[in-house]
């Protein structure tokens, strides 16, 4: 997806030829005028800023919408540089580059020389329709899972007063683009002290942490009168209640490669341009007709 090199002749890409552009381009002008009708009800009001990015990709490696020459000063070489939309989270090629970037300032400036473990916190499909329509409660769910884990390392650790560090991203989508809000989060594995010395956790059960993350999150629903009592309560006693966390391996502090991996893969982009591709279907596929 990104321009580049290869033997010291610059490649443009061509984003034009890309099944993601190529869907926008055909269907996404189809999808708006049919939005209020069939999309609505399920999914809600649609967000202005949808258009706005969708747009702003449509022409993006545009050369028609604007460009850069650049010139090399020594044998006078030059070539159009088209410019980029600059879009996060749905433009593969400029999110990319976030993602690089992402990854070297988290592993030069961020995450201290000790052990880190990667943890994913997961809610009931039941609840996701409340982060659906308040975006506002991803944050407090970030806040829930932070303070739960500064509580479950205080408890294996016996240091109250010590300060946990985490790097946390959240997303809203799962495998196959559902709605899905869940929680990455890069860990360090223990506690720093009042002195700024650092105390490694014992690796334990995350059953705790799990039922922990379970009552806080139902309580801060039931508190904002989204969650009927009852039902908090039904969730409370399920044996499965939908709520999972998950725990890496530890990560050694001189893996320094792992863990930029790591802080690449969770603000990656909500699909894979590898795992897309352009199939013939009946158009009856989009329209809904059966």
């Known amino acids: 997806m990104n321009a580049g090199t290869a033997g010291g002749v ?18 996404f002008d189809r999808f708006i005028q049919d939005y209020d009708a069939r999309f609505q009800p399920k999914l809600g009001f649609l967000r202005p800023v949808i258009k706005e990015v969708v747009g702003k990709f449509l022409d993006c490696g545009n050369l028609e919408q604007g460009f850069a020459r650049v010139r090399c000063p020594d044998c006078a070489h030059e070539y159009l540089l088209a410019f980029s939309c600059r879009g996060r ?97 890069i860990v360090a594995d223990g506690l720093f002290g009042e002195d700024g010395s650092f105390h490694v956790a014992p690796t334990r059960d995350l059953r705790p942490l799990e039922n922990l993350f379970r009552a806080r999150l139902l309580k801060k629903l039931v508190e904002k009168g989204l969650l009927p009592p009852e039902r908090a309560e039904m969730l409370r006693k399920w044996k499965h209640s939908g709520f999972s966390l998950w725990r890496s391996r530890r990560i050694a502090p001189d893996k320094k490669d792992h863990a930029e991996r790591l802080a690449q893969y969770i603000i990656r982009n909500s699909f894979s341009m590898e795992k897309m591709e352009i199939t013939a279907r009946p158009e009856r596929c989009y329209t809904g007709q059966r």
């Open 10 to 27: 610059y490649r443009a890409r061509k984003p034009r030829e890309t099944p993601l552009w190529r869907c926008m381009h055909d269907h």
């Open 89 to 185: 989270w749905f433009c593969p090629s400029c999110h990319q580059k976030k993602v690089l970037l992402f990854g070297e300032f988290v592993t030069g400036h961020v995450l201290a020389a000790i052990p880190h473990r990667h943890h994913v916190f997961a809610i009931p499909i039941m609840l996701r329709t409340y982060f659906r329509y308040d975006r506002d409660l991803l944050k407090e769910l970030c806040a829930v899972a932070q303070e739960c884990l500064r509580e479950y390392l205080a408890t294996s650790l016996a240091m109250p007063t010590g300060v946990p560090g985490v790097v946390m991203t959240i997303h809203t989508f799962g495998e196959y683009l559902d709605f899905h809000p869940h929680l990455h989060a």
